[in-house]
């Protein structure tokens, strides 16, 4: 069989008290009829990535909500992870093609994965993202409820690329996409369901943290507490645009010289992509010391993350692509001014004016931050709504309900939910 994640155990009586009294009573009645379903979850990896993040929430609420699930990994090698590397960034547009290797290599590797998985053992298959999507091309004769999850944006595909994947992914009962611009305009796909994705509110990440511990926390790192910061928790990619995150702290500079800046990403050891543009961010930031360049080689991790995000006076997300942008809703979340790039899924999570800023250039970003620094009262009003958009919109609950609404969709039940979409 597959390998089999641990994932341990979670309550959903811990997050009672995050979430409306109403949502938690529906997903009991929802769970009610799949007592006992058996449900797998089958990706590439335990470790790194949305899936890995979003799952080791998910699955142990799944649990404690009555159904019998697993997560297991695929196996893999690296000829195989090249090929679906390549695959994944096609699906997102690059134009570089797969040759027939590489394709032979991809069915080869679904296919002996799917040797080792009993599908009959199973009522409801989750499969992730592209690695594993062709599994299901082995079981003609299927018995389980085979659901596809889509993490990216497939909104322009590389069409040689989506073409290899299609005739799997019509086998599907349902396939799930974070929006409904990221979903392919393809025929035949069965249900299309659109649902974003959500964060724990009580991994260390992002639990409640007292802004005393938070300062504590960040005063390590060199900073001076006292006085105003900016930070950015992202990647070192282009499309994160730390280079102009920077010039937007410049300009604010300008006006509020105590200004610091703060800009985190984790960093890979094997993503030299990654390295290159962290140095040219540090270089674009040419030596100046109040702003501070950090990542995990710093041993900032989650709870740090959370510290910087807690203590800082805005959040920025200044990215010119993105896909969902988690570190949105994670910046929301702690109730801080967010002031962010208006593209991708960031426009799902901020309403401009509304719950927060959005930008479309380094001068606005700046312009943004003046106004929060200014009046910075105001600003927390802002964040508030904020705080409170991602309650009701993105957190784990949320997205366990709408499963659970999927769940008995499929096995032809009527839920009296309308409001997961269908497409
Ligand atoms: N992240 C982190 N440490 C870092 C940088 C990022 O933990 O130094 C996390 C961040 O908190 C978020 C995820 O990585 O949970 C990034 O997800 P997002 O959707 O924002 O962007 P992606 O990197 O997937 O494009």
Redesign the pocket.
């Known amino acids: 069989m597959l390998q089999l994640v641990n994932v341990g155990h979670k309550s959903l009586g811990d997050y009672r008290t995050l979430v409306t009294r109403g949502l938690m009573e529906e997903i009991k009645r929802l769970a009610e009829p799949l007592a006992g379903a058996r449900v797998v979850h089958v990706s590439a990896t335990a470790f790194g ?2 899936v890995a ?1 979003i799952n080791y929430t998910l699955v142990p609420l799944m649990a404690d909500a009555g159904l019998d699930v697993e997560w297991r990994i695929i196996h893999g090698s690296e000829e195989f992870y090249n090929v679906t590397k390549a695959m994944h960034n096609a699906l997102q547009g690059d134009p570089r093609s797969l040759s027939s290797e590489d394709v032979e290599i991809f069915a080869r590797y679904n296919a002996q994965n799917a040797a080792d998985f009993a599908e009959s053992d199973y009522d409801f298959v989750i499969i992730h993202d592209p690695q594993p999507a062709a599994m299901i091309d082995a079981f003609p004769q299927r018995t389980a409820k085979w659901i596809w999850r889509g993490h990216i944006d497939f909104s322009t595909p590389n069409q040689d690329v989506f073409d290899i994947l299609l005739p799997s992914l019509r086998h599907y009962d349902a396939s799930i996409f974070h929006m409904r611009e990221y979903a392919p305009r393809a025929d035949g796909l069965g249900r299309v369901v659109i649902w974003p994705p959500a ?1 724990d509110p009580l991994q260390p ?1 992002n639990m409640a943290l007292s802004p005393e511990d938070a300062a504590y926390i960040i005063d390590q790192f060199g900073i001076d507490v006292e006085r105003p910061l900016l930070t950015q ?3 070192f ?1 282009p ?2 645009d730390p280079l102009g995150v920077i010039d937007a702290y410049r300009d604010v500079k300008r006006r509020f010289p105590e200004v610091q800046l703060a800009l ?3 960093m890979a050891h094997d993503d030299p992509e990654g390295w290159e543009y962290y140095n040219r961010t540090v270089e674009h930031a040419g030596g100046d010391p109040d702003i501070y360049i950090l ?2 080689m710093n041993n ?3 709870v740090e ?1 959370n510290a910087f995000q807690v203590h800082s006076d805005a959040l920025l ?1 200044k990215s010119t692509k ?7 809703t ?1 910046a929301l979340w702690k109730a801080r001014p967010v002031v962010a790039g208006r593209v991708g ?1 960031i426009v799902a999570q901020i309403d401009n004016g509304e719950t927060g800023w959005l930008v479309d250039s380094p001068a606005e970003c700046a312009e943004a931050c003046i106004e929060i620094l200014r009046d910075p009262a105001e600003a927390r009003l802002r964040a508030l709504k904020g705080k409170e958009y991602v309650r009701t919109h993105f957190l784990t609950p949320r997205l366990l309900r709408d499963w659970l609404v999927l769940f008995n969709q499929l096995a032809g039940r009527d839920t009296g939910a309308s409001d997961i979409i269908s497409v």
């Open positions: 990535g949305g993040e964060i990440k928790v992202s990647r990619d499309w994160k985190i990403g984790s990542s995990n900032v991790g989650g993350v997300q993105e896909g969902f942008g988690l570190t949105v994670e899924g």
